[in-house]
């Protein structure tokens, strides 16, 4: 049932929240810490792979990554 699957805790909407207000990251910017590689479809965050901004998620934090889908 899709109400049961929509349920979320406080915690989970505030995360959302905030990873919902910040400014998208795309391979149009450079210096972020995120990329999208369309011929492979493979989407890399941090820099091990490829020259993005490095990623450093501090100790009991949560690190979130949110992906806008369109579909036509």
Known sequence: ???GWLH???REAAIYASVA???PGTDAVDG???SYTGGS???DAGNQNVA???VDVPADRVWA???DVRIR
């Open 21 to 23: 207000a910040q400014f």
């Open 1 to 3: 049932m899709l109400r």
């Open 65 to 67: 990554i949110l992906f």
């Open 52 to 54: 993005n901004a490095q």
């Open 41 to 43: 479809q493979r989407i």
């Open 32 to 34: 972020d810490g995120v």
């Open 8 to 10: 979320h805790s406080r």
